[in-house]
C-alpha cells in the first residue's frame, strides 16, 4: 500500500520560511517523480515544483528563487523549502508522487498540510 504524509505546515509570517517534508513508503521512491501541488478553496489544485527521480526540479514562475524542492533517496523523502514566504502562498500543500511501468502510470497523493501566511 502506497502511502505519501506530509508534515511540516504550519503558520508564518509574511517574509518567514517553512520545510514541507513527505515521506513516502510503498513505492520504489528512487524511480518515482514527486511534486508539490497547493489548492485554496474555489480553485484548482496547482503544481508547485516537481522533481525527477534523476533530480531535475522545476518550478512555477510564482516560487521560482523563493522554493528549493529536494529528495532524499535513502530517506524516501521529498521537501519544500519555502522562503521569502507570501500572503497568496497561502493554501494545502499536497505531495504527489508519480511511478511509472511499461503501459501504466500511477498518481499517488498524500493528504495535504496546511501553510497559512498572515500577519
Known amino acids: 500500500q502506497v502511502q505519501l504524509v506530509e508534515s511540516g505546515g504550519g503558520w508564518v509570517q509574511p517574509g518567514g520560511s517553512l520545510r514541507l517534508s513527505c515521506a513516502a513508503s510503498?513505492?520504489?521512491?528512487?524511480?518515482?517523480?514527486m511534486a508539490w501541488y497547493r489548492q485554496v478553496p474555489g480553485k484548482e489544485r496547482e503544481l508547485v515544483a516537481s522533481?525527477?527521480?534523476?533530480?531535475?526540479?522545476r518550478y512555477v514562475d510564482s516560487v521560482k528563487g523563493r522554493f528549493t524542492i529536494s529528495r532524499d533517496n535513502a530517506k524516501n523523502t521529498v521537501d519544500l523549502q519555502m522562503n521569502s514566504l507570501k500572503l497568496e502562498d497561502t493554501a494545502v500543500y499536497y505531495c504527489?508522487?508519480?511511478?511509472?511501468?511499461?503501459?501504466?502510470?500511477?498518481?499517488?497523493w498524500g493528504r495535504g498540510t496546511q501553510v497559512t501566511v498572515s500577519s
Open positions: 504527489k508522487g508519480v511511478t511509472m511501468r511499461t503501459g501504466r502510470t500511477d498518481n499517488y
Open positions: 522533481i525527477s527521480s534523476g533530480g531535475n526540479a
Open positions: 510503498g513505492i520504489i521512491f528512487s524511480s518515482a517523480a
